[in-house]
């Protein structure tokens, strides 16, 4: 571990030296909002969690490398074994190299470069895995400004898993192009192998005034963060209305399976939910800005596999964010109460989610 630190902190300091502009942050806590999905309160016991991120941003090179600890529960020394106690390092960077609007892409996780602007779930504040065209590996990313409001962007990679696992080769494609304030194309083909089609997705947004709209078709739907089971075929909506004047924002998003039918892993053969059951996801949100670092809102979630008896969970999460000295410290935290009516009994989860953020980076 301690090489891990001396290597991660080497690293950040030494791109630092030559960096048009270098940031370095760590989020202490644990909010499954900011962190690795864990909450500082839960249940009975308590959880903690720990985030080292330092970033570069230079003419030629950019880059981050990141350490997450979480699931640390002090109070309980058998969270300390096992797969319970995980520690990450997780870095990306890119390379002009030579050639302008190309740039060579490597890591084990490229975070946001680069995603599908309108795959974002807004009430989640979250790109769902399908709206991350690269995932890690090593490929090429392209950014293209045809003028102050029309920008594409393309991007192809192999992912690490293959690459080093000696398995076949799973590549990632995709493209977004956005004309700002006016609207919005992206498409992804991830997990391609020996010319089958792993998944993929399309989607587009309208903007105007205060508003978006965006609507999204997903093949072979498995992020459950966003929809509660897998989905063959799925779509996806969203509304956003967002003011700074007045500092109101209120968000909603649908997410549906279009029949019951999934994808048995890794075969690609079609199976089918009891009952044509299929899975829904619905969550809306409304937030507040008192324009003096304090935002407050109101998440309501609800999850369900529509058909099957038992399988629904409702989330209710009343939150807070404050941004304070100088946007040196960030504190993020709420009350999360999730009904849960799957399995034999129903039952009702509370959590406190608590995490504080400190940040600083050079002057641009």
């Known amino acids: 571990m301690k090489k891990i630190l001396t290597v991660f902190i080497f690293l950040s ?30 249940g009975d016991y308590l959880s903690f969690a720990d985030r080292i991120q330092s970033d570069l941003k230079t003419k030629y090179v950019s880059g981050r490398a990141r350490l997450d600890f979480y699931n640390l529960n002090f109070l309980d020394k058998k969270k300390w074994t096992g797969d319970e106690y995980k520690a990450q390092i997780l870095f ?42 690269l995932k890690d590996g090593i490929g090429l990313y392209s950014e293209i400004n045809f003028d102050k409001k029309n920008k594409l962007s393309l991007g192809a990679a192999v992912e690490s898993d293959t690459i080093f696992a000696g398995e076949d080769f799973a590549l990632d494609f995709g493209f977004d192009f956005v004309q700002k304030n006016t609207f919005s194309l992206g498409a992804s083909i991830r997990d391609v192998t020996q010319g089958a089609f792993g998944k993929y997705s399309l989607f587009g947004g309208y903007y105007f005034k205060d508003f978006k709209i965006t609507s999204g078709f997903i093949y072979n739907n498995t992020d459950e963060d966003i929809l509660p089971y897998e989905a063959k075929y799925s779509l996806q909506l ?3 209305y967002k003011n700074k004047d007045n500092g109101i ?6 997410v549906s399976a279009l029949n019951s039918e999934y994808l048995a ?26 324009s003096n670092g304090l935002e407050a809102g109101l998440l309501l979630k609800f999850s369900d596999l529509i058909g099957e008896y038992n399988c629904g969970s409702f989330v209710l999460y009343p939150h807070i964010n404050y941004v304070f000295c100088n946007d040196l410290l960030e504190l993020d935290g709420g009350l999360k109460f999730d009904f849960n009516n799957s399995g034999a009994s129903r039952h009702l989860d509370f959590s406190l989610p ?8 050079t002057s641009k």
């Open 238 to 240: 969203g509304f956003l």
């Open 265 to 290: 892993a890794k075969k690609q053969v079609t199976k089918n939910y009891d009952y044509d059951a299929f899975p829904f996801m619905a969550a809306a949100s409304f937030d507040y800005d008192f």
């Open 249 to 254: 924002r209120a968000s909603l998003a649908l």
């Open 92 to 133: 990306k960077g890119y390379l002009q190299a030579g050639i302008p609007y190309i740039s060579l892409v490597a890591g084990n996780s490229f975070f946001s470069k680069f995603d599908i602007k309108a795959s974002e779930v807004f009430p989640l504040d979250e790109v769902p895995n399908y709206g991350k065209v």
């Open 13 to 42: 300091f030494s791109l630092s030296a030559f960096s048009q502009v270098f940031k370095i942050s760590n989020t202490f806590g644990a909010n499954e909002n900011t962190l690795s999905g864990v909450n500082f309160f839960e």
């Open 354 to 361: 608590l995490s504080l953020k400190i940040s600083w980076q």
